[in-house]
């Protein structure tokens, strides 16, 4: 705090003085208060108090969006098999190893290594990637690149390339308790226009979409993830940072990294690829596809929507109903949204039915 007020911002006792208030009325912690960038002098109390953290922020949440159907996206498979029943383009799903559960899965299932090596000779392919079922922030993803030529298989992990037996990998994998196990996905050939900002991550769209009174969805805000360096993911949570992007125009903003110093980036801080101007390609296919991949789902009034730019076309990640928040990113709070969600009745008995 001292650092701060030596660096031209509010005193360290008015900052003291914002985080007591903000922790009872926000649930706002000492983290967020940096990372936000909240002991900024620029701010005004009144924006301030538009930022909402903690169980607070997840008390909001689950009054717009019933908790009790969270499973319609918590469980990846689960989200695919409506996705792909309505004709949602999504990465493939080669099988889930053996052990993982899932409500839905009715496919494949990888019992051994050789199992996978025969998927990827009928594929002809050599490179897959493994998630967990319900993982989030990109926890326990791995890229990887098998030699299945060899009399002793190797899998190299991508991008960092550590190299490991197979044996020993799918051991890794079996033996994975948390998040319901692993499944085996297709890897995302990415649009060179997205790509290049960092070559080793799938680079995304994390867009909110909310239901308005007249039962349409719209995208009210958005920003592309990437990654920093040598890494598979491009998670906030593991490191990376996610420019804003213009809704009507793709057009991408400079990006605040989610540190205390946050620093802003108008090009990539590795590859040096300009971001601020950018205009992302296929961006109104791109928003097409988020609004009929929500429409799918009306017991929600709130929905995150992850979506890779392939080269072929957009594709869906995932979705998510307890979407994690994005105030740093964005620049503004997320309170008076969810509020104004709840005011008009956007709640929990807003929608009907199940998934389509």
């Known amino acids: 705090m001292r650092r701060l007020e030596r660096e031209g911002h509010h005193a360290a006792i008015r900052q003291l003085w914002e985080l007591i208030q903000l922790r009872a009325r926000r649930g706002i912690g000492p983290v967020f208060y940096l990372r936000a960038g909240l002991y900024r002098r620029e701010l005004s109390w009144r924006d301030k108090l538009d930022f909402v953290a903690g169980k607070k922020y997840d008390r909001l949440i689950h009054s717009v969006n019933p908790p009790e159907h969270d499973h319609f996206t918590r469980d990846k498979l689960e989200c695919y098999r409506i996705l792909r029943a309505n004709g949602i383009p999504t990465p493939e799903v080669y099988g889930i190893v053996e052990g993982a559960i899932s409500a839905s899965w009715d496919g494949e299932v990888l019992r051994s290594s050789g199992d996978l090596l025969k998927i990827l000779e009928s594929r002809g392919i050599d490179t897959v990637c493994f998630k967990f079922v319900t993982g989030t922030r990109g926890r326990g993803f791995y890229k990887v690149r098998i030699d299945r030529k ?17 044996a020993d990998f799918w051991r890794t994998l079996r033996e994975a308790k948390l998040f319901n196990g692993y499944f085996c996905q297709a890897v995302i050939d990415q649009h060179p226009g997205v790509a290049r900002f960092n070559p080793s991550s799938v680079n995304t769209l994390r867009c909110w979409m909310v239901r308005t009174a007249a039962g349409e969805w719209r995208m009210c805000c958005a920003n592309l993830r990437m990654g920093i360096g040598k890494t598979a993911v491009d998670n906030i949570a593991a490191g990376g940072f996610a420019p804003a992007i213009d809704i009507d ?108």
């Open 150 to 166: 060899a009399a002793a298989p190797m899998v190299t992990i991508e991008p960092k390339g550590e190299t490991v037996p197979l």
């Open 249 to 356: 125009t793709g057009r991408l903003s400079s990006g605040i990294q989610r540190r205390v110093d946050r620093p802003v980036h108008a090009a990539h801080p590795v590859t040096g690829e300009r971001i601020e101007g950018t205009i992302l390609p296929m961006w109104p296919e791109a928003k097409a596809l988020c609004e009929r991949t929500v429409a799918l789902f009306p017991y929600y009034c709130l929905a995150s929507v992850d979506l890779a730019f392939g080269r072929e076309g957009p594709l869906i990640i995932e979705l998510g109903s307890s979407p994690d928040e994005m105030q740093a990113e964005w620049g503004r709070g997320a309170y008076p949204l969810l509020r104004e969600l709840i005011r008009k009745g956007c709640v929990v008995n807003a929608g009907s039915g199940t998934p389509r």
